[in-house]
């Protein structure tokens, strides 16, 4: 157990709709990360928090919106959802700024599928 | 086309056996991590190096970062079922600290 969770464990929906995919930081982490995992692309970075600010940008697409609250849990929304949105959503999260030196410690992740 | 090649893609072998997994990349990392995941899980880190010629050890496992700070190895000495999983190199580029990126892993499954 990483101390990360994330809410729901598996979304299903149909296209053209909206979800918000939870994530809760380890205790005393301040930055939040979230990633898409598809089997074509494999594990994409896709946005960064630090406490509550956006720190750094991956490629996220513009449908796609997140932040960090004051408590440090993150939201992930997904909108105008479309079949190749389907993916494993994964949020990690770390001490620091730096994701290339801090130890990110990764959720179980949110199996998307979309209809 | 990934900004870190991983190769093989796949390996299937037998417990036992040793084995070297490549990262490689045409542009310079400030380091690079290691991961492994399993089925269903997220990624586990388990190690980080910073120093280009950089080599760390963990138990059966050894990792080196290259000269350059292109490229990286995982070197899997006497591999056991254990050692299943997707390993995954991932970093970010020195001249961009503010993008991760993640390899396009290998899978590597260790027979008993």
């Known amino acids: 157990d990483s101390g990360v969770t994330q809410t729901p464990k598996h979304l299903i929906t149909a296209t053209g709709q909206r979800v918000t995919l939870r994530c809760s930081p380890r205790s005393g982490d301040l930055s939040v990360y979230w990633y898409q995992q598809s089997l074509d692309q494999g594990l994409q970075f896709l946005i960064q928090?630090?406490?509550?600010?956006?720190?750094a940008k991956g490629n996220i697409l513009e449908r796609f919106s997140a932040q960090q609250f004051p408590d440090l849990h993150s939201e992930l929304n997904l909108s105008s959802l479309e079949l190749g949105d389907s993916a494993l959503y994964f949020c990690?999260?770390?001490?620091?700024?730096?994701?290339?030196?801090?130890?990110?410690?990764f959720g179980p992740g949110t199996r998307l599928t979309v209809l | 086309t990934q900004l870190l090649e991983q190769s093989p893609q796949f390996l299937s072998i037998q417990e036992g056996e040793n084995l070297t997994v490549y990262c490689n990349s045409s542009s310079v990392f400030s380091s690079l991590q290691w991961y492994r995941q399993e089925p269903g899980e997220g990624p586990v880190l388990l190690v980080t190096?910073?120093?280009?010629?950089e080599v760390k050890k963990l138990k059966r496992l050894t990792f080196q970062f290259g000269d350059a700070r292109k490229d990286s190895s995982l070197h899997i000495t006497a591999a056991q079922p254990g050692d299943t999983g997707l390993y995954l190199c991932?970093?970010?580029?020195?001249?961009?600290?503010?993008?991760?990126?993640f390899g396009s892993g290998t899978k590597l499954n260790v027979k008993p």
């Open positions: 990690a999260s770390s001490v620091g700024t730096g994701a290339s030196t801090d130890t990110q410690y």
């Open positions: 190096v910073v120093t280009g010629g």
């Open positions: 991932a970093g970010a580029r020195e001249d961009n600290f503010n993008k991760f990126y």
């Open positions: 928090y630090y406490n509550g600010e956006e720190r």
